[in-house]
C-alpha cells in the first residue's frame, strides 16, 4: 500500500510562534506518564510529592542526554565545531540512547537521594516511558524525519515534506507499534502477574524496546553523518549494550527473587 505524506509539522500557531506536532506529543506523553505514575504511586502509597520531583528530574535529564547524545554520537563533528548549536534544542536532533542514559541517571538519583528501590521505580517507570516513546516517534513521522530507506515497490510513504516523489519504509511507525505493543504487555504483566521479581519489568522494557530497535535500523537511513563501514548502523551498534544490559537485568531479578524465596 502507498501512502503520500504532505502532513503539517505545524499543528498550530499563535502570531510568530508556532506548536509543532512534535512537541505535543513529546510534551503530551510526558503529562500522560505522569497520570499513569500517580495511578502506580497511590497504588503502593508513595509520596506525591516525590513524584513529582521525579518527573522535574527525568524531564530535565531526557533533554540533556537526548541532545548530547545526538551531538556527540551523530555529529560529533560539527558539534564539537560549534558547541553553541548544541544548545538549540528546538531546531531538533535528540537522540533516544543519550535519552535512556539521561533516564537511568535521574532514576539513580531520586532514588539514592529519596530512599527508594531502583528496580521498583524503574519497573513502574517503564510503563509510561514505552507509551512517551510511541508518541515521540508518531512527532518523527509529522517532522518527516527519522526516514528509513526507500522501499523500491508500490509499497511505503513518500514524504513530500523531503521534496521526493519515491517510498520508503515509515520507519517511525513501525517503532511506534513496536513501543505500543511493548507498553500494552508490560502494563498486562505489571498487572496480573503479581508476584513477579522485581526488575523484570524494566529488564523486559530495555531488552524489546532496543532490540526493536536494532532490527528496525535495518531498514532506516542512516542517522550518524559518518560510516561505520560495517554490515551494522550506528544506532545497531549503540543498541548492543542495552540489549545485553536488560537480559542481564532479567537474569539477575529472578536469580535474586529464588533467593529470597529460599531464605523465606
Known amino acids: 500500500m502507498l501512502f503520500v505524506s504532505s502532513l503539517d509539522p505545524v499543528c498550530f500557531s499563535l502570531g510568530p510562534v508556532s506548536v509543532k506536532w512534535y512537541g505535543l506529543l513529546f510534551s503530551g506523553g510526558f503529562i500522560i506518564g505522569y497520570c499513569i505514575m500517580q495511578l502506580l504511586f497511590k497504588a503502593k502509597h508513595y ?6 520531583r521525579l518527573f522535574v528530574l527525568l524531564f530535565i535529564a531526557t533533554v540533556i542526554g537526548a541532545r548530547l547524545g545526538h551531538c556527540l554520537i551523530y555529529a560529533p563533528d560539527y558539534y564539537l565545531s560549534h558547541p553553541i548549536e548544541m544548545l538549540k ?6 537522540a533516544s540512547h543519550g535519552g535512556t542514559l539521561g533516564v537511568l541517571l535521574a532514576i539513580w538519583y531520586f532514588c539514592r537521594k529519596y530512599k527508594y528501590a531502583f528496580f521498583e521505580i524503574s519497573d513502574m517507570l517503564s510503563i509510561p516511558t514505552a507509551l512517551v516513546c510511541t508518541l515521540i516517534r508518531i512527532g518523527n513521522f509529522f517532522n518527516s524525519e527519522i526516514v528509513g530507506i526507500p522501499t523500491h515497490g508500490n509499497y511505503g510513504v513518500i514524504f513530500t515534506a523531503l521534496g521526493e516523489n519515491f517510498p520508503r519504509h515509515p520507519a517511525q511507525l513501525y517503532e511506534a507499534l513496536s513501543y505500543f505493543v511493548i507498553f500494552i504487555l508490560l502494563s498486562l504483566i505489571y498487572r496480573v502477574v503479581r508476584s513477579r521479581p522485581r526488575g ?3 529488564g ?25 563501514d560495517s ?8 543498541s548492543m549494550p542495552f540489549i545485553i544490559a ?11 527473587a529464588r533467593k529470597i524465596k529460599r531464605k523465606l
Open 89 to 94: 534544542v528546538w531546531n531538533g536532533g535528540l
Open 246 to 256: 536488560g537480559i542481564l537485568v532479567i537474569i539477575v531479578s529472578c536469580v535474586n
Open 47 to 52: 509520596k506525591s510529592e516525590d513524584l513529582d
Open 200 to 202: 523484570l519489568i524494566f
Open 231 to 238: 554490515i551494522f548502523t550506528v544506532g545497531q551498534y549503540l
Open 204 to 228: 523486559m522494557f530495555i531488552t524489546l524496546v532496543f532490540l526493536s530497535r536494532f532490527f528496525i535500523e535495518t531498514v532506516k537511513e542512516e542517522q550518524a553523518d559518518y560510516s561505520t
